[in-house]
């Protein structure tokens, strides 16, 4: 093979250089390169130059192709920059978009003049075919390559979806790719050197909102014990590595397969923090509770998403209000807080859903005031490439304060207008009005205040106390219109929002 095959994979900015963590999709890439392919990764989140980097990259050295993973909201505008300056300045190098805009907005991506071809759902064996096919100049053998959009002259083809893998859990990740591992490494809420790692992938849920639906077809696989003692090994022992921050999709699914996980855990004793479900978690027996005692597990993200049965029922979420409040309790008796998160304004019943959501989370606050709370919108993923997507979304008839169908975008330039980005981010929706977003903000700022979160490791004591001093008789007696003296005191304190910068 010539040693001229070279790719280079690009993680474009999406958070600040602070909150930086591993950048796993295309770390994962490289993995699953190696071997074939010399590759190199360059990490917006940490270079904040890196379009400037990425045209040195590819003028100093032959590069065969681009790589670029893909998360709508924040990272679509940057994925855009680099990709327009590449296809710009190197019109001949193949531009390939993967991640989860792309697989949930294939046709979108791939009419887009600076991308080649849309890797769909999960990458790396469709990754790997595709560069076969480059390199040897057999575009022909394109439309055999499952979990590929790519375009015909005019046309644009949806290859078949490629299926569910595990191949990934096989080896460890190459954190020699990384310029220097130790700088990904945070001080936060759970320790002074935190890491970011994925233990296993995908979900076997299909909530409406969630790009994992989408991503994984409701398909999860864990990774054996041994190669999860492997790699919190090296973290712990090269890397300095004294917290973890989860970033599986499900942390918590089945008992039979969570027990020997739990053990490892235990064993190294890492303060840990995980997305978690509250049935999954309510099904674990005491013995389990007892590995997760031992292992420090700190705190779980929970979708409690809404105190609505029916509500639960239509976004596919498969939990009910009760397991939240009885999780919730289950949690505080065991030394875990729990962080739960709620969609707010969904397009059926905006403001009563907001209001009841708002009197639950009172609820909670009176069982367990610890609990953290993370408020969003309801946002619905926009339809697939698939018939059937099409006509899921079509049957929710959703629509604007205007009353006509909800329309999204058909580009990538206008999904990365600041509204649209907002959607992506459940930030906002086309359905509020004025008088509820003001009123889910107030509400917000109120909360926050009243509660500041406990990961909020930068702001003094004095300055959170004040705050919860100034909060709480707008938060006793419901009187959340117009904070103006809590939104000029969190200027001054700066208050964390972890909604914006997790731990």
Not at 180 to 205: E, K, V
Not at 449 to 460: G, N, W
Request: proline letters at 7%.
């Amino acid at each position: 093979m010539s040693t001229r095959r070279h790719i280079l994979l690009i993680n474009p900015t999406i958070t600040s250089r602070r909150s930086a963590r591993f950048p796993l999709a295309v770390m994962s890439l490289a993995g699953a390169l190696d071997g074939r392919y010399s590759t190199s990764i360059i990490d917006g989140n940490i270079d904040r130059d890196f379009i400037a980097t990425t045209v040195r990259k590819i003028t100093e050295e032959w590069v065969d192709a681009v790589g670029i993973t893909v998360m709508g909201g924040p990272q679509l505008p940057t994925a855009i920059a680099v990709s327009s300056v590449i296809r710009e300045r190197f019109p001949s190098v193949p531009i390939i978009w993967g991640g989860y805009y792309p697989t949930i907005c294939a046709t979108p991506s791939i009419t887009s003049p600076y991308v080649d071809y849309v890797v769909r759902g999960q990458g790396e064996e469709t990754l790997a075919e595709l560069l076969e096919a480059i390199c040897a100049g057999q575009r022909h053998e394109l439309s055999a390559i499952t979990g590929l959009t790519w375009k015909r002259e005019d046309e644009v083809m949806h290859n078949q979806d490629r299926p569910f893998s595990a191949a990934r859990l096989a080896t460890m990740l190459p954190f020699d790719k990384l310029d220097n591992p130790t700088q990904y490494l945070s001080r936060t809420y759970l320790g002074r050197r935190t890491a970011g790692y994925q233990a296993a992938f995908g979900c076997r849920f299909r909530c409406t909102f969630c790009g994992v639906a989408r991503m994984f077809n409701g398909k999860t696989a864990l990774p054996s014990d041994a190669r999860l003692q492997q790699d919190l090994r090296f973290l712990k022992q090269q890397l300095g590595v004294d917290a973890i921050q989860f970033y599986d999709h499900n942390f918590f699914d089945r008992e039979v397969d969570m027990v020997p996980l739990l053990e490892i855990l235990a064993k190294y004793q890492l303060p840990w923090w995980c997305f978690a479900r509250s049935d999954a978690l309510l099904n674990l027996s005491e013995r389990s509770w007892g590995l997760v005692g031992k292992s420090r597990l700190r705190m779980a993200y929970i979708g409690a998403e809404s105190p609505s049965d029916w509500l639960l029922h239509d976004i596919r979420k498969g939990t009910r209000r009760d397991q939240t409040l009885e999780v919730v309790e289950r949690c505080r008796s065991q030394g875990v807080i729990p962080e739960l998160s709620f969609m707010l304004a969904p397009p059926q019943d905006p403001e009563g859903e907001t209001e009841k959501t708002f009197d639950f989370i009172r609820r909670i606050k009176r069982m367990h005031p610890a609990t953290e709370i993370m408020l969003y919108i309801y946002t619905p993923l926009p339809p697939g490439h698939s018939t059937r997507q099409v006509a899921s979304r079509a049957a929710l008839d959703i629509r604007g304060r205007d009353g006509r169908p909800l329309e999204f975008p058909v580009t990538a330039d206008d999904w990365a207008r600041p509204e649209w980005v907002d959607y992506w981010c459940h930030k906002d929706a086309p359905w509020l009005t004025e008088k509820l977003r003001r009123r889910i903000l107030d509400f917000t700022t109120v909360l926050g205040c009243r509660f500041p979160t406990v990961t909020d490791i930068r702001s003094p004591p004095w300055a959170k106390s004040t705050l919860r001093a100034l909060a709480s008789w707008r938060y006793r007696y419901q009187k959340y219109h117009r904070p103006w003296e809590l939104d000029l005191s969190k200027k001054l304190v700066r208050l964390r929002d972890p909604r914006a910068s997790s731990l």
